[in-house]
């Protein structure tokens, strides 16, 4: 089946405490993005990435990093968590880029205390 | 101003009914357009997209596009509760950006 899996599904942290959500797809896309969706304010883009070792920022990329090793892969990792970064996050991948069908993991509740 | 504006909503229309949900950008570079279903608790998916001044339709949605008037709209004719969700409008130029979504209820 074609799909994106992100984990942990749901995660409560600390300030401070460095964690990473991973993010996978199965579909050989080449385009893969994260977005946090906050009430209100709809989902905004965190990082995007085109290709293999190719990331680039989004629109709030700040508190956050990724890395693109594999093509499958785009992990989200928060080096110094604050409460401000709890939020629902989304993985994507398409095959066309911005020009194609967003393809949405399942999200990951963060909430950071 | 945000990019991408949509009525918040929410909308509440009657099984049977037309619901409108629309949609304005304000990037005239933005070249595509896409609405997005999303459930409760679920992550968004692909219902429309649109690229050419004018209507498409497809099923029992249409879309609308305008792009003099830099407006975007999606119809739901025959509402089924099964289309109570919150429908997400993305504008596409260099980035995708998405509106805050506009909450549909369909009453049985």
């Known amino acids: 089946e074609a799909q994106v899996t992100q984990n942990p599904r749901y995660l409560i942290t600390v300030t401070g405490k460095k964690l990473t959500v991973t993010c996978s797809q199965n579909m050989n896309h080449e385009y893969m993005s994260w977005y946090r969706q906050d009430p209100g304010l709809g989902l905004r883009q965190i990082y995007y990435?085109?290709?293999?070792?190719?990331?680039d920022k989004g629109d709030v990329p700040e508190g956050y990093k990724v890395s693109r090793k594999e093509k499958r892969n785009f992990p989200l990792i928060l080096e110094s968590p604050s409460p401000n970064q709890t939020s629902l996050y989304f993985c994507?991948?398409?095959?066309?880029?911005?020009?194609?069908?967003?393809?949405f993991g399942p999200g990951t509740r963060l909430t950071v205390t | 101003q945000k990019e991408v504006e949509q009525n918040s909503g929410p909308l509440s229309v009657p099984e049977g009914a037309i619901a409108s949900l629309n949609c304005t950008y304000s990037?005239?570079?933005?070249?595509?357009f896409f609405w997005y279903r999303q459930y409760s608790g679920k992550s968004p998916e692909l219902i429309m997209f649109i690229y050419s001044n004018g209507d498409k339709e497809d099923g029992r949605f249409t879309a609308q596009l305008n792009k003099a008037s830099q407006y975007v709209s999606l119809l739901i004719r025959d509402s089924q509760p099964s289309d109570s969700a919150t429908y997400l409008c993305a504008a596409n130029d260099y980035k995708l950006s998405f509106g805050a979504g506009t909450t549909v209820t369909v009453r049985a």
């Open positions: 990037d005239r570079g933005s070249q595509s």
């Open positions: 994507a991948s398409s095959r066309q880029g911005i020009e194609g069908e967003q393809y």
């Open positions: 990435s085109m290709n293999v070792e190719v990331t």
